[in-house]
């Protein structure tokens, strides 16, 4: 059966945002048209208003209707840290759990030699200038833990070392609220490596 | 950190769509906001498009940009079996899995009185109408299984029982593919109460 084209095209598009396979295009669309009028006509509006009133911001990265952003402006911040992220969406993570103070700084991707993927030179420059030029006293690595995450790691590790920085990352280990039998084995090694002693025997070292 | 307002709006609005919940809605905005303009536009315009063309077909309730729809249209479909179902959605799905070569027609919900849910009296009179005045000899009632697909299947064969029509279900049962073991005790009672018999004893009725 061929859909109607303006449904057909509609579905298409919604598949290509990630994580909407075919079925779920189908039901949102199917969905969008059941609403009233208002509803899609507030969808457009506001994709719209998305698309003229938002921008990164010029010192961290992060998407914002002002610049510098809210979080670049709070004076109530810790200026000396600044978190690294791949993108704006882990930044609204760790903002959302609310367990962070310091500023943040968005890569926009991971260097990944094997995808050709670099990481936009301009990007690490503006990185460079700014904790060479603000109070920067501690650099953390806010990378999802795999292959390309590590090798960004190394990589932004390399470009701090002239600069008097600390550097540090996230550590990675079995996760809060999982369970030892269903972490894989890269993770339980991990946690090994990373263990935290709670007692150190003096007699036997 | 509160979110750049009209970033908030858009997420807001797509937290709406069936299915898509805070996580999704926030990585589908942020990758909007992420592609060139183009893709922003034509979304607005496709929805645009879809709610000035799209409407329900007059004769089966299909969603189509012509009236009736490319199904009741066709002239190679038989006409004598109507497939009654739900919504929309199932009826693509049927559509799409290429196994039914009759017309349809959607009812737009379940009966489901504890919900105070009722199906529209006005389609029920254009569903006996068409039953009544075309050559309808089978109606295949094809609900998803559940109490309000029994309600609305009673419901349907009552209406049903004055019309010269044979009237189906589809069958239930173990859905292809799954196993035993994993199979559901309402699902496994419906698989042995319908099983199919492959050779009968004669000795001992």
Redesign the interface.
């Known amino acids: 059966?061929?859909?109607?084209?303006?449904?057909e095209?509609?579905i298409r598009?919604f598949e290509?945002?990630?994580?909407?396979g075919e079925k779920?295009a189908?039901?949102?669309?199917?969905?969008?048209?059941q609403q009233p009028?208002s509803?899609?006509e507030?969808?457009?509006e506001?994709?719209?208003?998305?698309?003229s009133?938002?921008h990164p911001c010029s010192r961290c990265g992060n998407?914002?209707?002002?610049d510098p952003c809210?979080?670049c402006c709070d004076p109530f911040r810790d200026k000396s840290t600044i978190c690294i992220v791949e993108?704006?969406?882990d930044l609204?993570t760790i903002?959302?759990a609310g367990i962070y103070n310091g500023l943040y700084f968005v890569l926009g991707s991971l260097y990944s030699p094997l995808d050709d993927e670099e990481i936009v030179p301009q990007v690490l420059e503006r990185l460079v200038k700014r904790v060479s030029e603000e109070e920067v006293k501690e650099v953390i690595l806010a990378f999802s833990p795999k292959v390309e995450g590590e090798l960004t790691m190394n990589l932004i590790s390399k470009i701090m070392e002239p600069l008097p920085v600390t550097v540090s990352r996230l550590s990675y280990g079995l996760p809060v609220g999982g369970s030892v039998s269903f972490a894989d084995r890269t993770t339980l090694h991990a946690a090994l490596e990373a263990r935290t002693y709670i007692k150190r025997g003096e007699g036997r070292q």
Chains 1, 2 share one sequence.
Do not use: H, Y
Request: contains cysteine; proline residues 2%; aromatic residues 6%.
């Open positions: 059966m061929a859909l109607a084209k303006a449904l095209d509609l598009l290509r945002f990630p994580g909407i779920s189908r039901r949102m669309v199917l969905f969008l048209l009028k509803f899609s507030s969808l457009a506001c994709i719209a208003k998305c698309n009133l938002l998407i914002t209707d002002e809210s979080i993108s704006v969406e609204i903002e959302q």
